[in-house]
């Protein structure tokens, strides 16, 4: 597993992006938490959660022009003549440290234009799109003037088994019918919210990788029907939360195709790798805000005539989270670099080991953090509940731990096969 030349030392442009971005966050985004679940609050008392200021309040646009102003705008696109034509130029291990910095704060990732599932739509539009349905997508994606939805996940089928999804396209003439019951399409409640990237089944005969097709969707087609919001342990987010979306008889023109018909499966595994590793980046970025929390408190609150920095438990509990976040980061680098020399594929072993690994690693900081906060730490007075969510749902959006292992035990099996052993 040891590449000749790794080289992990950040460019000189990473850390004049990196402090221009912590200045950002210290400085803007995180005073702004507060005033956005305000905002977020009224809005949903004034006009429900179906209202825009629900989805996107005023601070939101405030924190965005910000972000442009400081040229920390689209950070997020890498990779061979896409990073220097819609981006900012940066290789995967370039943003890495940058990705981690926003995942501080939950504003940050849409403040900066670079959150999920945006991100991987506008790299797909990048990567596949035609120069038509570039203009009409991406053009507006990148400038922040819209935002879109992935649908994949359907409510009937183990969808992290993707050959199972089985929403329908079928050719009529012309056009497509496009049919299906998807479910956690991120985004999909915000009236900002207008394109769907939809993947259904165009040639149920075929071999099974190649039988699914992406096509680009239009929210306000006729036939397409958010009809519910789904909570996160309970909370429901605003950024367009995450829907339940059915399409039925949703008539398309077949130039509505995204990539090659039957290429579906290709394109999303494409989409999943650089969206997985911004996941993980954030996680990090997630965990050490949980740490920095967990040693304020620790220093600050004093138990049974001491400080809960000098109880051994939680000295162990700050030693422990210190060592994880190191680990998870260095195999998060290790994954991006490889991406940027092999290409997402030659780093699909990796990919999966992180997405693995670092949620759990999260999940448990956070958890930790909580603990040594007492009852405050479950509360809406500090970020860990909402840390603790997003980090746990990590473990299974995009693929749950269970499947990633799967892929890295058989690769690791693979080797030994014929054997003997
Ligand atoms: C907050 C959030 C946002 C999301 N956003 C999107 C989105 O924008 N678009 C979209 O299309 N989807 C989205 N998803 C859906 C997500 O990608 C799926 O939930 C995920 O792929 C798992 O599919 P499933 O829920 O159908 O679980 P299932 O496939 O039913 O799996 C259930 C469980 O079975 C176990 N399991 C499955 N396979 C194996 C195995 N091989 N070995 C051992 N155990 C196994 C795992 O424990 C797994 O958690 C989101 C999910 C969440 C929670």
Redesign the pocket.
């Known amino acids: 597993m040891t590449e000749p030349n790794m080289e992990f030392a950040p460019s000189a442009r990473t850390l004049e992006l990196a402090a221009k971005l912590s200045g950002f966050l210290e400085e803007k985004v995180v005073p702004a938490e507060g005033v956005y679940e305000e905002q977020v609050a009224a809005a949903a008392a004034e006009g429900g959660q179906e209202c825009e200021e629900f989805h996107y309040p005023p601070v939101m646009a405030g924190l965005q022009a910000e972000a442009r102003r400081r040229g920390l705008w689209n950070l997020f696109l890498t990779g061979e003549g896409i990073a220097d034509r819609w981006g900012a130029g940066l290789t995967n291990l370039e943003y890495a440290p940058l990705a981690e910095i926003s995942g501080r704060s939950h504003l940050a990732p849409e403040a900066l234009n670079c959150s ?2 945006d991100t991987g739509n506008m790299e797909l539009l990048a990567h596949f799109g035609t120069a038509e349905q570039q203009e009409q997508w991406l053009g507006p994606l990148l400038d922040g003037q819209m935002r879109s ?7 009937d ?6 050959r ?1 999804i089985q929403s329908r396209i079928d050719v009529e003439g012309d056009e497509l019918v496009l049919n299906g019951r ?7 409640l915000s009236p900002r919210c207008r394109l769907a990237i939809f ?1 259904g089944k165009s040639d149920p005969g075929a071999p099974p990788y190649v039988q699914q097709t992406m096509v680009l969707v239009p929210m306000d087609a006729p036939g397409v029907t958010v009809v519910r919001p ?1 909570s ?1 342990f309970g909370y429901l987010h605003g950024q367009g939360g ?1 829907a339940e979306v059915h399409f039925e008889d949703v008539r398309l023109p077949t130039s509505s195709i995204l990539g090659d018909r039957g290429a579906g499966f290709a394109m999303a595994q494409a989409r999943l790798g650089p969206g997985r590793i911004h996941h993980c980046m954030r996680a990090i970025g997630m965990a050490e805000r949980a740490l920095e929390l967990m040693c304020k408190r620790a220093l600050a609150r004093v138990a049974f005539g001491k400080s809960l920095a000098e109880q051994g438990v939680i000295q162990d509990w700050i030693a422990r989270s210190r060592v994880e976040i190191e680990q998870a980061r260095l195999l998060v680098h290790k994954t991006a670099w490889l991406m940027d020399t092999v290409g997402t594929r030659g780093a699909r072993v990796e990919i999966s080991a992180i997405k693995a690994a670092v949620p759990s690693m999260a999940a448990q900081v956070v958890d930790r953090a909580i603990q040594v906060h007492g009852a405050a730490g479950v509360s809406q007075d500090t970020a860990l509940a909402g840390l603790y969510a997003a980090a746990r ?11 990633h ?2 892929a890295i035990a058989r690769r690791e099996l693979r080797k030994w096969v014929g054997d003997g052993g």
């Open positions: 999920a599932p939805c992935f649908g994949m996940t359907e409510p089928v183990a969808s992290s088994d993707a199972n998807k479910w956690w399409s991120t985004g999909a993947m789904l996160v995450h749902m990590l473990r299974i959006a995009d693929g749950p731990d269970e499947v292992y799967m």
